[in-house]
């Protein structure tokens, strides 16, 4: 169940920042935030990584049984 969680917030969390042009990259500084429209292949290269890691922790999390 835990893993279901995962994979819909992750899922969320993409589709958010696909439709808004922001993608969040960290919890505090001064690059909290990459808009697609300054920095596209940046923004493209975290949203790979968010898409990676989203999908893939969830994924292992099932495989473990939790």
Known sequence: MVAVIMFVMSVLIFIAELWLGFAVIGW?????FIARSEH???YWMVMAFH????SGLPLLAYAAGI
């Open 28 to 32: 505090q500084g001064e690059k909290l």
């Open 40 to 42: 596209p292949f940046l």
């Open 51 to 54: 898409f990676i890691v989203g």
